[in-house]
């Protein structure tokens, strides 16, 4: 067996216990509240996928813009996780209801990026009578573009309960999460109102 | 002879499969086994990972002539793979995959320490005969840079400025990687074009280092046809000379191209036969020679000269076997 082959029989065995690591984590997200920055760490990308899908539908159903920021999945890959949970993405997308971004070009451009666009939004949601801002970002690019030191100074900046109504959930690969020093984590995790783990 | 496997030249000979031996590394399970079994079919060897990690604990030196990376892999990212890889192989070549799209004065400002290394990236999802167009030219590219000390090997290249850009590489890690001398026979650039890429890209004196013997630029004539007689045994004393001067100085040796185009356009096919035959597929000096021809200049051949060139260099690489 190649080692493409054997990878692909864990993610089959993997993919029987992600429904419920995901179950567990979405319960979580669905109490959230406007400011909070909460922090999540999902074990791979099939878990990923099920809570942002199922995380934005929700979302969507409440009448909130979300916005999302992909770092290892393509838009192609996140419009067809969407659209397995009854999620009709385009048009959502369409609307302005949903927004998919790079997250490379969101946060490492200009790592306030994703911040100012989310004040912008909340903006429109109260001028168009939306229930508010949900955004769900995955913070692997900081981990792409080597740039730990910045990230750590980012989530310091955010207070744990933000002075904006948006609810915000910093969501990070376990694999890149663990690539941080003890400190850096600590200082992460700490930054953040909930720590949201299965 | 290491053929190309090409979408819009048929497919290779049986003969030459399994050549290039290429690691794939993508943390996408389907798109590693469809990029692997579409690589099979045109003939590479492939070593497959979708875990980046496992890839680096089994990653061997001069191993793989080509490594092929997705970017975006959590926990181990392509970048620091292929730095991971690097140090344990400098001579790795690798290309880059990605299915997101980033513009290149972008790239530069987020990936500022990448932008070297980093030539192409393949937009995914790609089709075979796509990837295959996309590597060819990265294949070319490692055959220089696995280049061994007394080789004596022929590069077809697709086009002209390919062989020039690839051809001033090569010198350019013999000259200031390895200490050798080295020589250009080439028509393709006028010498102060190329001495103006040497002293910019290079960042290195060239004037200087060609008053020194270090760098050697010559034409075609100036090389084989002085006094316009073709004279294969002057052109071999003077490479014997350099030789000689680059040990006998404290240096390595010497690191040769010969840009070959001149004999066919030139209608010297029978001279050029006689030059090739007159060297040794293996130098037992400290010489390393690429015979940098074009493509479709090699198909120009007929079996007997295909049968020379095959005879005279330890490796082809990129041009077609005659059927």
Known sequence: ?198 | MKDFPSSSRGKPSSALKGHFRVLLVDDDPDIVRVLKRGLEAKGFMVDAYDYPQEAIKSFMPNVHDLAILDIRMPGLNGFTLYRQMKKIDPSLTACFLSAFEIHPEEFKQVFPSMTESVKTIIKKPVTMSNLIKEINPFLRISAAARARKGEHFLIAFETRQELIEQSLQFLKTGLLENGEDILLVSDGLPKDRIREKIAKEWNVDASTLEANGRITLMTFREWHQIDDKFDIKRSKTMMTNMVRKSIEEGRKGLRSVGDMNPFFSTGMIQQLLAWESSLEKQFEWPVTSLCAYIRDNIEQLDNSAIKVMQQRHNRIIGAANKK
């Open chain 1, 1 to 198: 067996m190649t080692s493409a082959e054997e990878g692909s029989r864990r993610h089959k065995n993997k993919s029987k216990s992600t429904s419920s690591f995901a179950s567990s984590i979405i319960e979580k997200i669905r109490q959230s509240h406007p400011h909070d920055h909460d922090v999540m760490i999902y074990t791979d990308l099939p878990t990923f996928r099920q809570v942002y899908s199922q995380a934005t539908k929700e979302a969507l159903e409440r009448s909130e813009i979300v916005l999302l920021t992909t770092t290892y999945d393509s838009f192609q890959r996140v419009i067809d996780s969407l659209k397995q949970v009854g999620v009709s993405a385009n048009k959502e997308v369409k609307h302005g209801n949903l927004i998919i971004l790079d997250a490379v070009k969101a946060y490492q451009i200009d790592v306030l990026g994703v911040l100012n666009f989310a004040k912008s939004l909340l903006m429109r949601a109260a001028k168009d009578g939306k229930a508010g801002v949900f955004n769900i970002s995955d913070m692997g690019s900081f981990f792409l573009a080597d740039r730990i030191p910045t990230l750590v100074e980012y989530e310091r900046s955010l207070q744990k309960k933000m002075d904006i109504e948006l609810k915000s959930v910093c969501s990070y690969h376990k694999g890149d999460f663990e690539n941080l020093s003890k400190e850096q984590q600590e200082s992460i995790l700490s930054a953040h109102n909930r720590i949201i783990s299965a």
